[in-house]
């Protein structure tokens, strides 16, 4: 079916809301499935992936717990927990099983279209966070799936894995780095564009662009009418199950279809934002990922990277994220998003936070009072001869972290993703934020057991489940001689082997 810009099925199998890299990867494991499956896409943009999956509203690292310092934690001892390093790597692992089934079976491009190999590093000095890294790197690098880390504090070294950085650099104090080469480089959004381009020429399959929700009601028979507007004009339409996948907004359309699993959450939006560099003599001089440690108050998503990032086949730096704040739930969004979704489920979690992060409050107040000098003054602690004039400012996404009600009633931050099924698995929902797209296949493999359990219980849909991720139904927490084998064919295939 060639692309619809306008809205003709009144009833489908599966809604999915927003065109990001959600929705396009539910859309795409369902059709591989089932092909007959009737399904609509709604997107309230004029194309796909344009809010947070976009190229440039991202920092686009395949996360896999590689250089990212917030996905470990020190023990009181000093030692180092890498539990949740390893659920994340494994995840990531997922994402490449699938994307290479999709290239292989060319119903993706070629993978230099959308990932590349780029180091992925941690960077830390002074005496006690070298220590850390030196721990992170013992506790790692004894797990299989982190083998091939290195450690190192030489600065001839050090000044071959990072020239831009280590030039000019005061050695008086400790530094220290680790390194993976076969990180990534992620283009998300051509991801989601491919994909998408490939439901569209599927039957059965409807994309509607420039079309908002406006409402979910729940029928007694099971089915949902969503109401769906777009250049003024509304219809609704059943759907057997609804996905909403649509970001920041996906809140706000939870509370809409009043699910008792929807109440309690509340959301607190970070926004983001880049300094750039696109100066040929200096990116030509820079290959990596380079991921330092977050600043006491600073959210996950504020730890600061330098990073090589190429989109379209053109290479930048990137240094940031900085983070401010904004009542918006999407970069394209209302000021009034978040006093709208106050609600009285939430209310009392949302003050509870708010009262209780008062460090994070300071630290974003900080970050919106910074000048272009400010910012170039944080780069130089990365890159000590930054130039203010060779950078320039760019706006990210938008992020809203979930506030969670536990069973006190108490409210807490989470940084994480979280995915919501209803009992009768009619509608699910993605919250949050880190890790996001990198390890979106197995959250939307996760949606499918919760949504879709019987028919994923069929030999027919074990079997094809098998073909897309080979691991799917085993563990590669568990079993780490799968997760080598199989990295070693997702690497030859996507071409991320150094």
């Given amino acids: 079916m060639t692309r619809r810009n306008y809205m003709s099925s009144n009833s489908v199998d599966v809604l999915l809301v927003g065109g990001g890299a959600m929705s396009t990867t539910l859309g795409m494991l369902l059709k591989q499935l089932d092909p007959s499956m009737t399904m609509m896409m709604v997107e309230r943009l004029s194309g796909i992936a344009k809010e947070s999956t976009d190229g440039w509203n991202n920092a686009g690292t395949g996360h896999a717990a590689y250089c990212e310092l917030n ?43 959308f990932i590349h190999r780029v180091p992925h590093q941690s960077f830390v000095w002074g005496e006690r966070n070298v220590a ?38 005061d050695n008086s104090e400790p530094l220290a780095a680790t390194r993976v080469e076969h990180g990534s480089d992620v283009n998300f959004g051509a991801i989601a564009r491919n994909m998408s381009k490939h439901l569209e020429s599927l039957e059965n399959f409807e994309l509607s662009l420039e079309t908002e929700v406006k409402d979910l009601k729940k029928r007694a028979d099971g089915r949902w009418d969503v109401t769906i507007e777009q250049n003024g004009s509304r219809k609704v339409v059943s759907a057997k199950f609804v996905f909403l996948g649509a970001g920041g907004g996906a809140l706000p359309l939870l509370q809409k279809a009043e699910v008792k699993e929807g109440k309690g959450f509340g959301g607190f939006p970070v926004s983001g934002q880049w300094l750039v560099c696109e100066k040929t003599d200096l990116v030509d001089q820079h290959f990596a990922k380079v991921y330092g440690a977050a600043p006491i108050g600073a959210p996950p998503m504020s730890v600061p990277h330098l990073d090589t990032r190429i989109i379209d086949g053109k290479k930048a730096i990137l240094f940031g994220p900085f983070a401010g704040f904004t009542t ?21 979690p949302m003050l509870n936070v708010g009262k209780n992060n008062m460090d994070l409050t300071r630290y974003l107040i900080s970050e919106v009072m910074q000048s272009h000098k400010d910012r170039c003054k944080s780069l130089r602690q990365f890159f000590p001869d930054a130039q203010d004039k060779d950078w320039e400012l760019a706006y990210a996404g938008q992020r809203v972290q979930i506030i969670k009600k536990d069973e006190n009633g108490v409210g807490s931050l989470q940084f994480g993703t979280e995915s919501i099924a209803t009992e009768d698995g009619s509608l699910a929902a993605l919250l949050g934020a880190s890790p996001g797209a990198s390890t979106t296949v197995d959250t939307m493999i996760g949606i499918l057991k919760r949504c879709f359990h019987d028919r994923l219980e069929t030999p027919e849909w074990q079997t094809k489940m098998k073909e897309m991720v080979p691991s799917y139904g085993e563990s590669l927490v568990d079993d780490t001689d799968l997760l080598l084998s199989i990295r070693e064919h997702t690497l030859e295939t996507l071409h991320l082997k150094p």
């Fill in 71 to 113: 996905y470990t934690s020190e023990n009181n001892d000093g030692s180092v927990n890498i539990d949740k390093a390893v659920k994340i790597n494994a995840a990531f692992e997922i994402s490449l099983q699938f994307w290479s089934y999709l290239v292989e079976q060319g119903l993706m491009p070629a993978s230099k279209e």
């Fill in 132 to 169: 850390m890294l030196k721990a992170r790197h013992a506790a790692m690098s004894a797990h299989p799936a982190f083998k091939e880390m290195q450690y190192t504090e030489d600065l001839q070294t050090l000044k071959e894995w990072m020239p831009l950085v280590m030039n000019n650099r």
């Fill in 328 to 348: 918006k739930f999407l970069k394209t969004g209302s000021f009034f998003d978040l006093p709208k979704s106050i609600q009285f489920d939430n209310i009392k």
